[in-house]
């Protein structure tokens, strides 16, 4: 697939022609699917079942919960992912602490197909509560061993965790894969153009303030991570 063939529907998540099912519910680029299963397979041989927590993510599924968050409807987290008192915070400030954690819908990496977010089946019981949180990934944590293989053979199969460091944007997500052959081509047709025409939905909440710092907002949490956080 070239950078040409990308359509701004697929860009922002308003497309699903490019997408294959994995399985279950989750969809994937369809040239991302047999990467992914030979970077399964590699960690089975480790011992690790590796599953997709959550991969292609819609625009209308982004937006609600944006304005989920936005409206007070879902919590507001800190950079530790404890509850915010958002009657506290300004509308620029809301709208900071929602980017920690979620993506501007139209804007997040999960639009593409080409990421993922992972954890270890085999790792935890049946009932067991996934949250998607840095301290299950850290030492002592259910996915540490899973956190370590991936630093160590991920880029093997083409993959990569763009927000394995905390570089002042978007907080870390040890369990964020993505696919760099093909992300990398979404990345490039990110600017400020495409991020101003997503605007254009007044249906988004906070949409003033987003539009009030729009370009701290790319800066920090839309374009692509400086490559020294990369894992």
Known sequence: MV??????????GRCEAHLCP??????????????????????AEAGLD???????????????????????RR????????PLDASQLSDEDKVLAILRWSALPGCSRHHW??????????????????QLLPGE???GGPFYRLSRWLE?????????????RDGG???????HLSYRPLASQFEHQLDGAFVRKLLDNEGLELRGAVLASLDEISARFILPPPRETYE
């Open 50 to 72: 590796l599953q997709i927590a959550s991969g292609f993510r819609s625009y209308d599924r982004q937006l609600a919960i944006w304005n989920a968050k936005a409206g007070g």
């Open 152 to 164: 160590e053979h991920a880029d093997a199969f083409g993959f990569y965790r763009p927000y394995a």
């Open 169 to 175: 944007g978007v907080a870390p997500e040890p369990w």
């Open 3 to 12: 950078a040409e063939q990308i359509s701004e529907d697929m860009m922002a």
């Open 113 to 130: 197909g080409t990421d993922m977010d992972v954890w270890d089946r085999a790792a935890v019981s049946e009932t067991y509560p996934l």
């Open 75 to 82: 919590p507001l987290l800190d950079s530790d992912g404890q």
């Open 22 to 43: 994995l399985e279950g519910n989750v969809l994937l680029h369809r040239d991302v699917i047999e990467p992914f299963r030979q970077l399964r397979a590699a960690a």
């Open 137 to 139: 990934y850290a030492p």
